[in-house]
């Protein structure tokens, strides 16, 4: 069997320059990167008007160990869609450097169902994770420089909450001191990093709608607040031009394609379960202009990624999803089912029949918001006939529709099925999409609204500091701010450990902090952690150059 990057080795790619003709773009509206990657202008797709396509989204269970594979089930249903002689278009998120090298592995999906050059997209790509952790740096070099030179604007060092970025996993940078060596090293304060993928410049990136938004947006950031507890921001500091110079070109989409030849846009990557899980506004709506179906994929599991893209994202920018995919896997189903990661290739229909309970509750969260759902089950070479139909019935029963998805195994080929499920949901209409809650409730009735709406939770218990902080958003005009939780993906709950649909728990906030310039105020639940540390073996303990050149280990 080969393996997902000797897969991608053997395809035989199209020319950057005919997938952007497919989309109606020629050679003088992109910018290539090589043979297979380029970006698309940003007056090329303003010049062709309104959008015009219709938007399906992919969401997935509660993940577990055994892998739910969202990505992989994205590209192979868009394959299936181009198969169907759809004008297709599949927007996913840019991968990290940190999962990359620690445990997770690439986001370019897997076996037939990839986006393709894999090596580069998950590597360094087109430089956009580069560029934003490098205007995340300025801001915080302008930052530490205003309080050297005397600190005019009185920036009180003990209330700094900007941080530094940095992408790639390293808990040691989690919390730091800075400033020392000295009078001529600046001046000394505690600091700390996160992950890039978690930044606020991030967030602004994929939210923002062009370069004058982008820099308006990132003149909000809140850096921290001064002596009389007044917010400073991005620009206070006067940093937000610069910022955005250095992210000029990167704030153009990136193209490139499938193994089935669909046009795919890769860009900007927050993560689900610490930031809003969603690719860039900019790539969507491009999408939707170019194309007459977009397939997206918003990170992790409805309660985080979908709950996400349609509060925050679809709101901010006008979208209105016509269904959602809630990806499911055997394996998966068996595990909420309470059978342990070791014994998941024995057959165990009751196991999955147990297990099923989470995927109700992710159908319940999809048509809160009004969306009609369809359920893929991704499936793997140990599911068994009875095991599928369990799943099968189950849907059956929830009567929501569900197709088999054979795409990692077959690619586009595999997904017809589900193709053809998709499209006769899009054919009936019947989306009435609307968001979970009103901006004009306070901002803990939303966190309360989310907790127990989506995650199923009695309620929320707010930590002294995190309650004083809300009170004190509130108090700077952020009231009606949508918010972003961080949670951890693997519960409804905030503890890891309680699978399939726990009941009977509260979720306990014990941060909350301000992402002005994006748009939303995130709330920290549990021990979830912006920067991630490194697996006791990590990913990158296996790669290496072979003396041919050929990188291995990567997949």
């Given at each position: 069997?080969?393996?997902?990057?000797?897969?991608?080795?053997?395809?035989?790619?199209?020319?950057?320059?005919?997938?952007a003709s497919e989309l109606g773009l020629?050679?003088?509206?992109?910018?290539?990167?090589?043979?297979?990657?380029?970006?698309?202008?940003?007056?090329?797709?303003?010049?062709?008007?309104?959008?015009?396509?219709?938007?399906?989204?992919?969401?997935?269970?509660?993940?577990?160990?055994?892998?739910?594979?969202?990505?992989?089930?994205?590209?192979?249903?868009?394959?299936?869609?181009?198969?169907?002689?759809?004008?297709?278009?599949?927007?996913?998120?840019?991968?990290?450097?940190?999962?990359?090298?620690?445990?997770?592995?690439?986001?370019?999906?897997?076996?037939?169902?990839?986006?393709?050059?894999?090596?580069?997209?998950?590597?360094?790509?087109?430089?956009?994770?580069?560029?934003?952790?490098?205007?995340?740096?300025?801001?915080?070099?302008?930052?530490?420089?205003?309080?050297?030179?005397?600190?005019?604007?009185?920036?009180?060092?003990?209330?700094?909450?900007?941080?530094?970025?940095?992408?790639?996993?390293?808990?040691?940078?989690?919390?730091?001191?800075?400033?020392?060596?000295?009078?001529?090293?600046?001046?000394?304060?505690?600091?700390?990093?996160?992950?890039?993928?978690?930044?606020?410049?991030?967030?602004?990136?994929?939210?923002?709608?062009?370069h004058r938004d982008l820099e308006a947006?990132?003149?909000?950031?809140?850096?921290?607040?001064?002596?009389?507890?007044?917010?400073?921001?991005?620009?206070?500091?006067?940093?937000?031009?610069?910022?955005?110079?250095?992210?000029?070109?990167?704030?153009?989409?990136?193209?490139?394609?499938?193994?089935?030849?669909?046009?795919?846009?890769?860009?900007?990557?927050?993560?689900?379960?610490?930031?809003?899980?969603?690719?860039?506004?900019?790539?969507?709506?491009?999408?939707?202009?170019?194309?007459?179906?977009?397939?997206?994929?918003?990170?992790?599991?409805?309660?985080?990624?979908?709950?996400?893209?349609?509060?925050?994202?679809?709101?901010?920018?006008?979208?209105?999803?016509?269904?959602?995919?809630?990806?499911?896997?055997?394996?998966?189903?068996?595990?909420?089912?309470?059978?342990?990661?070791?014994?998941?290739?024995?057959?165990?229909?009751?196991?999955?029949?147990?297990?099923?309970?989470?995927?109700?509750?992710?159908?319940?969260?999809?048509?809160?918001?009004?969306?009609?759902?369809?359920?893929?089950?991704?499936?793997?070479?140990?599911?068994?006939?009875?095991?599928?139909?369990?799943?099968?019935?189950?849907?059956?029963?929830?009567?929501?529709?569900?197709?088999?998805?054979?795409?990692?195994?077959?690619?586009?080929?595999?997904?017809?099925?589900?193709?053809?499920?998709?499209?006769?949901?899009?054919?009936?209409?019947?989306?009435?999409?609307?968001?979970?809650?009103d901006l004009d409730l306070g901002l803990?009735?939303?966190?309360?609204?989310?907790?127990?709406?989506?995650?199923?939770?009695?309620?929320?218990?707010?930590?002294?500091?995190?309650?004083?902080?809300?009170?004190?958003?509130?108090?700077?005009?952020?009231?009606?701010?949508?918010?972003?939780?961080?949670?951890?993906?693997?519960?409804?709950?905030?503890?890891?450990?309680?699978?399939?649909?726990?009941?009977?728990?509260?979720?306990?906030?014990?941060?909350?902090?301000?992402?002005?310039?994006?748009?939303?105020?995130?709330?920290?639940?549990?021990?979830?952690?912006?920067?991630?540390?490194?697996?006791?073996?990590?990913?990158?303990?296996?790669?290496?150059?072979?003396?041919?050149?050929?990188?291995?280990?990567?997949?």
């Amino acid at each position: 069997m080969l393996t997902d990057i000797e897969i991608a080795r053997n395809a035989r790619l199209r020319p950057i320059a005919d997938v952007a003709s497919e989309l109606g773009l020629d050679e003088t509206e992109i910018e290539t990167y090589g043979r297979y990657k380029a970006k698309v202008s940003l007056d090329a797709i303003a010049r062709r008007g309104p959008a015009r396509g219709r938007l399906v989204l992919v969401t997935g269970i509660t993940p577990t160990p055994a892998g739910e594979g969202k990505s992989t089930v994205s590209a192979g249903l868009a394959d299936a869609l181009r198969l169907r002689n759809r004008r297709v278009v599949l927007c996913l998120r840019e991968p990290s450097l940190g999962p990359v090298f620690g445990m997770k592995g690439g986001a370019t999906g897997g076996g037939y169902a990839q986006v393709v050059p894999m090596e580069d997209i998950n590597l360094h790509f087109t430089g956009d994770f580069h560029a934003i952790t490098s205007a995340h740096a300025l801001l915080s070099a302008m930052l530490d420089n205003h309080l050297y030179w005397g600190n005019a604007l009185g920036i009180d060092p003990r209330r700094i909450t900007w941080r530094r970025a940095v992408d790639m996993n390293d808990r040691a940078l989690r919390q730091i001191v800075i400033g020392l060596g000295g009078t001529a090293g600046g001046v000394p304060r505690e600091d700390g990093f996160v992950i890039t993928a978690a930044s606020e410049v991030m967030a602004i990136f994929a939210l923002a709608a062009d370069h004058r938004d982008l820099e308006a947006r990132l003149a909000r950031i809140i850096v921290g607040y001064d002596r009389d507890r007044k917010p400073v921001r991005a620009g206070d500091l006067e940093a937000a031009g610069a910022m955005t110079v250095l992210l000029k070109e990167a704030l153009a989409p990136n193209l490139v394609q499938t193994l089935g030849g669909t046009p795919a846009f890769i860009h900007a990557g927050p993560f689900g379960n610490i930031a809003h899980g969603c690719n860039s506004i900019i790539a969507t709506r491009a999408g939707l202009t170019l194309g007459d179906l977009v397939v997206t994929e918003a990170g992790f599991g409805s309660d985080l990624g979908a709950e996400k893209f349609f509060d925050i994202k679809c709101r901010v920018a006008g979208l209105d999803p016509a269904a959602a995919v809630i990806v499911a896997t055997i394996r998966a189903l068996k595990m909420h089912g309470g059978v342990p990661l070791a014994s998941l290739g024995a057959e165990d229909a009751a196991a999955v029949a147990r297990g099923v309970v989470n995927l109700e509750k992710h159908v319940e969260n999809v048509r809160r918001f009004g969306v009609p759902p369809v359920v893929a089950i991704n499936r793997f070479a140990t599911d068994t006939d009875a095991e599928v139909a369990a799943v099968e019935a189950a849907c059956r029963a929830m009567d929501v529709p569900v197709a088999v998805a054979d795409v990692h195994a077959r690619g586009g080929e595999g997904g017809l099925a589900l193709a053809d499920a998709v499209l006769d949901v899009l054919d009936r209409g019947g989306s009435r999409y609307a968001p979970l809650y009103d901006l004009d409730l306070g901002l803990a009735a939303k966190i309360e609204t989310i907790a127990r709406e989506m995650y199923g939770a009695d309620g929320v218990d707010f930590l002294p500091a995190a309650a004083k902080e809300l009170e004190r958003l509130e108090e700077i005009g952020l009231r009606e701010l949508p918010i972003c939780m961080a949670k951890t993906q693997y519960s409804f709950s905030d503890d890891p450990k309680r699978l399939g649909r726990p009941t009977g728990f509260r979720i306990t906030v014990r941060e909350v902090t301000p992402s002005a310039g994006a748009g939303f105020v995130v709330v920290k639940t549990g021990d979830i952690m912006t920067m991630p540390g490194l697996a006791r073996i990590p990913a990158a303990a296996g790669m290496r150059i072979t003396e041919e050149g050929e990188t291995v280990g990567l997949f």
